[in-house]
């Protein structure tokens, strides 16, 4: 763009990211997409912004520069407040006039909006776009005010003002102080922009916003337009796309779909209180009237409204939207270089971006040091709602309804409220947790909790009624996706893991994963995959139903159980496919997590009093006297009672394989007592079209039975690999019960008996070309035990993330006296 100070109006399609001292940050960005990735397919609603020099030009005609400056000084020495500053600089502001030349350059660019889109007096969203915002490492998202559902010249001209006037929000005053930028050697453009009368709107980010994790797109959305979710008035749903397997042909990679409730959306406003100044001829006598507080409640531009119970049951994007959008934020982020927070929107002709900007949280983190955080005790569990960080706080919960009783809230207590909006960042600044009944990831209590790197729990749905203020709580983030609130002050511990200090091995060094929320929180360890996933984590914390109800819902004669799991199951016509989808979206988030390094996939090893415990399974399970020893693993995938069920884990496999793309996952079978048992469990798998071989499929076998040593030839023509599981090989070699607390002291791995058994079967199983691994705390709790697994020459230790540290200097102390050299360097 040829850029001249002198320009009041820029259309976006003349714009691009180096005009940001022109227009700002936010109208840069739109310009950007506008003129460079339309013939990417990216869908921007057009329109136009004032000059950065109009806003200028309007403080000066008004004589508003030296007011200000006065103002300001005043706050600084003291002999004023912040929010006694910023009220007298907004209506200062308010109270100006435009001039003939700017009120005419702004109507006649809107007119001509209206004759381009041939839509009279078009609604518009009428936005402020801040000289200093939008910045890699500076976001002033939210300090500004933003205008919904804008129509006709007098609402723009008054909308426009009022933008400039938010640039003294109480929250734009601190914020620019706390980053640096003198107040007023920042100006503000504002951004004129065709509304998209949406269906549905969201925010999307180009990681995970939790973590930093690179490799996905995360994607919030709610009925109605998108302000809901930014305030934090609704739980939206979310979804996550793997980034990398998008560019595959025929992938669907989508990992995560989780419903939100939604309990509202808002919509535009009745055409009546849209248009209540068209009839003026004397715009500047109708706008000075108005104080930027109270704008948006006279236009009535939009309205909030209940959503039905089939919305809040309904996903508000089918799986085509959820890839186009990821698509469109992967050419976003190669376009700009760096991770992107992103706004999008549906309407009556498909979908739109309305906003991108840098992320500026977790992708400025450049961490050496993961700190990982573990309750050392328990207690009544109050409340559940979405985590934001992995952190755990405790304090005396400080019930808050208005964010101007901010010097009535402790240092240090726990901030429990309905939601926030900018407004409460002074507040928010001052809790060590923050608990809401409402929002989700992205709300406005998440992105603000996430950048002031305070723990957070939103989307509880009834803090506010559930925890009473004085009422001593534990709030942890530290167990993934969901966060608990505790009762009463619980101990924890903190673990600093240093990434440069853990040695680089020869012996591949892998972790165990048993669910998929929180599994991101590992990506930056230096491992070589997944050992052991477990999916019977999966089946009962997510899924929750016993497949074979599914299958068979008319043996499920409880009718409260039945309507439980209609309730689960709605959306799913034929119910199989809420267990196949489910699981193959947790296992394919497991391995997104490692791809393309190896993940291993145990197949369900529950016990049949383990199965009773799902919804339904009481109706299926046999009533054994050890189930230790009974209907498990190998066994019970060909049995009658559970032969369909083992189909659907297949069919889950083959889902999280072959449509999402994840052929990284390895499979592995428990608890198979016979060669003849392998082939029966092989045969049903190929049945559901999980075979070994096809499509590079390996399957491995758990080594957890003496038969597995003493017959490792034949298991190893069978299998491709065995993973030892050395809890249930010790019980079986010692003859000891796992659980018995008298037995305790005899149990252990490292008895001359189990260890013989393991050197075995390494050994054969090497001859055979099949690896061996290890899943287990012993390598890292004892050296002795890693020195002699180093010396067996086994392929792969699994450990437990927050052991990989300890475990990584075991086994390369081990391998340096093996070789008798020094351990290898970083």
């Known amino acids: 763009m040829q850029s001249t100070a002198q320009s009041a109006i820029y259309w976006y399609h003349q714009l691009r990211t180096t005009d940001i001292p022109y227009v700002g940050g936010k109208n840069a960005s739109l310009g950007e997409m506008i003129s460079q990735l339309k013939d990417a397919g990216i869908r921007v609603p057009i329109g136009f912004a004032t000059s950065a020099q109009l806003y200028r030009d309007f403080l000066a005609q008004n004589g508003l520069d030296e007011p200000i400056s ?16 910023g009220a007298k600089i907004r209506m200062l502001i308010a109270e100006g006039t435009f001039s003939d030349e700017q009120q005419h350059a702004i109507t006649e660019a809107y007119q001509q909006l209206c004759e381009q889109l041939e839509i009279p007096d078009v609604s518009v969203a009428v936005r402020s776009s801040a000289t200093a915002e939008d910045l890699p490492d500076a976001s002033f998202a ?10 006709g010249q007098a609402d723009v001209l008054l909308a426009c003002k009022h933008c400039f006037a938010s640039l003294y929000t109480d929250r734009a005053i601190v914020y620019r102080q706390e980053k640096g930028f003198a107040h007023q050697q920042v100006a503000l453009s504002v951004g004129v922009q065709q509304m998209v009368e949406s269906k549905a709107a969201g925010v999307m980010f180009s990681l995970d916003t939790e973590n930093g994790f690179p490799d996905v797109v995360m994607i919030n959305g709610a009925w109605g337009l998108g302000e809901t979710i930014v305030q934090g008035s609704v739980t939206p749903d979310r979804f996550m796309v793997y980034k990398p397997l998008l560019e595959v042909a025929g992938k669907r990679p989508i990992i995560e779909k989780q419903l939100g409730d939604k309990l509202q959306k808002m919509v535009y406003a009745p055409e009546s209180h849209a248009e209540r100044h068209t009839e003026s001829q004397d715009n500047n006598q109708a706008i000075s009237k108005v104080t930027t507080e109270t704008f948006s409640n006279i236009t009535g531009a939009t309205q909030t409204l209940a959503t039905t119970e089939q919305e809040q049951n309904t996903l508000v994007l089918t799986d085509d939207d959820v890839l186009q959008l990821a698509r469109w934020a992967v050419i976003i982020e190669r376009h700009y270089g760096c991770p992107m927070d992103m706004e999008w929107a549906k309407g009556n002709h498909g979908l739109y971006l309305v906003q991108a900007r840098p992320e500026t949280v977790e992708s400025q983190k450049r961490q050496a040091v993961l700190v990982n955080y573990s309750l050392k005790e328990t207690s009544t569990l109050l409340l559940e709602g979405a985590s934001v960080g992995s952190a755990i706080a405790t304090g005396n919960a400080f019930l808050i309804t208005d964010p101007r009783d901010v010097d009535q809230f402790p240092d240090g207590a726990i901030l429990v409220t309905e939601r926030t909006d900018p407004d409460w960042v002074p507040l928010m600044r001052k809790a060590a947790g923050i608990i809401t009944d409402t929002g989700g990831p992205t709300s406005h209590a998440a992105i603000v909790s996430r950048e002031l790197k305070v723990p957070a729990i939103v989307g509880t749905g009834c803090a506010t009624q559930t925890l009473k203020t004085g009422q ?16 009463g002050i ?27 929320d929180g599994v991101f929180r590992w990506w930056q360890l230096p491992v070589a995959g997944i050992g052991l996933t ?15 109800a599914l299958i068979h819902p008319e043996k499920v004669t409880d009718p409260t159980i039945s309507q439980t799991i209609a309730q689960l199951t709605h959306g799913y016509p034929h119910q199989p496919d809420y267990f196949i989808h489910n699981l193959a979206m947790g296992v394919g988030k497991i391995a997104a997590s490692q791809y393309p390094r190896p993940v291993i996939v145990r197949m369900s090893d529950f016990k049949s009093n383990e199965y009773r415990g799902l919804l339904g ?3 299926f399970e046999l009533n054994e006297e050890n189930p230790m020893l009974g209907l498990r693993g190998a066994s019970r995938y060909y049995h009658p009672l559970y032969r369909e069920a083992f189909k659907l884990e297949c069919q889950a496999i083959v889902e999280a394989r ?8 390895i499979v592995m079978i428990p608890f198979c007592r016979t060669t003849g048992e392998a082939d029966k469990v092989l045969e049903v ?4 079209g999980l075979k070994r071989g096809k499509n590079g499929l390996q399957v491995y076998v758990m080594c957890e039975i003496p038969s597995n040593v003493i017959l490792a030839d034949r298991f190893a023509q069978r299998f491709d690999g065995f993973s030892i599981g050395s809890n249930d090989l010790t019980q079986l070699v010692l003859g000891i019960d796992r659980d018995s607390a008298e037995l305790k002291p005899l149990f252990d791995a490292r008895d001359d008996a189990v260890k013989d058994m393991i050197a075995q079967v390494i050994t054969v199983a090497h001859q055979y070309g099949c690896k061996v691994g290890i899943c287990g705390q012993a390598p890292s709790d004892h050296h002795e035990f890693a020195e002699f697994l180093v010396n067996c020459g086994i392929d792969s230790i699994s450990l437990n993330p927050d052991s990989v540290a300890r475990g990584c200097q075991q086994i390369a102390l081990a391998e340096s006296k093996r070789q008798n050299v020094k351990p290898p360097e970083n």
């Open 70 to 85: 006065r103002l300001l000084a005043d706050m600084d020495t003291g002999n004023a407040t912040l929010a006694e500053t």
């Open 142 to 151: 939210g300090q500004q005010e933003s205008y919904l559902n804008i129509r």
């Open 472 to 487: 001593p709580v534990t709030l942890s983030c530290a167990g993934g996706a969901v966060g608990k609130v505790y009762n």
């Open 490 to 516: 619980l101990r924890y511990d903190t673990q600093q893991v240093n990434l440069d200090d853990i040695p680089r091995t020869n012996t591949a060094v892998m972790i165990n994963a048993a669910m998929p």
């Open 534 to 548: 477990r999916i019977e984590f999966i089946i009962s914390s997510q899924i929750r139903v016993h497949p074979m």
């Open 617 to 619: 399974g009481e109706f």
């Open 658 to 665: 072959e449509v999402m793309g994840f052929d990284n996952i």
């Open 685 to 688: 798998m190929a049945e559901a």
